[in-house]
């Protein structure tokens, strides 16, 4: 049995891919865009699922895929996670971000087993630069109402720099390679010869 608050799932969608050159949540890596991939992902581990999207996104989703739109009053991934906690501020949330093409069921569910409720946050990590990863990475409800305070202080608006300096539970994945991210198109083409092999 799971302590602490129930777990919701968030993809994160919204970001603008200005490196990539094109949408990532669009990128079929498994027979359908990422960002759909990755919330059927998230299904099967969290109680509801949803998809963090731009206000001009909302056209563009199949009939039956939760989403929330992204609140313009924070910057970066922030937009989305403090748009969804504000809705459900009771929950953690399961944060993917959808540049993450090689994460997979058994990856997630490491992740889950692995929570600690009484933290900031579980999040995965590198045991060679052994930093948080907070695009995958289970928040709990206090993390985002001290998120707050941080992002007013005018410090910073990355959740990496936030996660650093509160208590979080480092992960190390059994399949490093999950935390793969495809920003550019070098590393699309890691990912796509990467899923071949494996």
């Not at 799971?2 to 669009?26: C, E, F, N």
């Not at 998809?51 to 929330?68: A, H, L, Y």
């Not at 993917?96 to 692995?114: G, H, M, R, T, V």
Request: aromatic share 10%; with cysteine.
């Amino acid at each position: 049995m799971i302590l602490g608050p129930k777990i919701y799932g968030l993809v994160l969608a919204g970001g603008k891919s200005t490196r990539m050159g094109k949408d990532k949540g669009m990128i079929t890596y498994h027979g359908m865009p990422q960002r759909e991939f990755l919330y059927h992902l998230l299904s099967r581990v969290c109680e509801q699922t949803f998809v963090s999207i731009r206000r001009d996104q909302k056209s563009d989703f199949p009939e039956g895929m939760e989403t929330i739109v992204d609140d313009d009053a924070y910057k970066g991934p922030y937009k989305g996670m403090l748009a969804a906690h504000n809705k459900f501020p009771e929950v953690a949330w399961l944060v993917l971000a959808c540049d993450l093409p090689l994460i997979d069921l058994a990856s997630l569910q490491e992740l889950i087993a692995a929570r600690d409720p009484n933290v900031m946050a579980t999040t995965f990590a590198q045991k060679e630069d052994p930093l948080p990863e907070p695009l995958c990475a289970i928040w709990e409800p206090p993390a985002f109402e001290k998120s707050k305070f941080y992002l007013e202080s005018g410090n910073g608006t990355c959740p990496r720099k936030f996660l650093i300096n509160n208590e979080t539970k480092l992960v190390f994945p059994s399949s490093p390679s999950v935390l793969l991210n495809a920003n550019s198109e070098e590393e699309y083409k890691e990912a796509v010869v990467r899923l071949r092999v494996e």
